[in-house]
T-cell receptor, first 111, second 114 residues
């Protein structure tokens, strides 16, 4: 079982829709969770990170962690065509520098 | 400034060539990483340097040789690569503490081995 799992998509939504991107994880020791956005042929860009359970909001983006169900979500409000990219969730083995990534979900926002 | 720079952007090399990839950051980060990313796959960790010392080697073949000359620079020396090594090579950096989770990536070097 992969430590972080993510539906690869693609996920297509109309402009202005609320997008929900999700990951599950299996390692109970994971405490911090990150979301990256990666445009085609570019490096990943850190969008947000969140600790343990709860919500964190940054502009149109909200990250949510539910530790009881080992579920991580990223919500994008008022989605724009420029949000079209692959979104990667990640965590890190505590006490190490080893980051674990989900496979990424490809998102297309249609104008 | 959260910028990690990488050169070159693109590299084509033959299987007998020797080349190097370079990475630089000026954020004062003391942990630096090399990742390999194939199309439609997540980044795959190769090496981690912490305070210029190799901390993690994910059983990478010896044809890849990392080097960290100082706290701002990271190199990846390539020799006798195989066509299956063609990928996007990403450098990243983060703070040196195990409680810091923000990791910043460079734009990558797209490597093609012919």
């Amino acid at each position: 079982q992969k430590e972080v799992e993510q539906d690869p998509g693609p996920l297509s939504v109309p402009e202005g829709a609320i997008v929900s991107l999700n990951c599950t994880y299996s390692n109970s020791a994971f405490q911090y969770f990150m979301w990256y956005r990666q445009y085609s042929r570019k490096g990943p860009e850190l969008l947000m990170y969140t600790y343990s359970s709860g919500n964190k909001e940054d502009g149109r983006f909200t990250a949510q962690v539910d530790k009881s169900s080992k579920y991580i979500s990223l919500f994008i409000r008022d989605s724009q065509p420029s949000d079209s990219a692959t979104y990667l969730c990640a965590s890190r083995h505590p006490g190490t520098y080893k980051y674990i990534f989900g496979t990424g979900t490809r998102l297309k926002v249609l104008a | 400034d959260t910028e990690v720079t990488q050169t070159p952007k693109h590299l084509v090399m033959g299987m007998t060539n020797k080349k190097s990839l370079k990475c630089e950051q000026h954020m004062g980060h003391r942990a630096m990483y090399w990742y390999k990313q194939k199309a439609k796959k997540p980044p795959e960790l190769m090496f981690v340097y912490s305070y210029e010392k190799l901390s993690i080697n994910e059983s990478v073949p010896s044809r890849f040789s990392p080097e960290c000359p100082n706290s701002s620079l990271l190199n990846l020396h390539l020799h006798a690569l195989q066509p299956e090594d063609s990928a996007l090579y990403l450098c990243a950096s983060s703070q040196d503490t195990v409680d810091t989770y923000e990791q910043y990536f460079g734009p990558g070097t797209r490597l093609t081995v012919t």
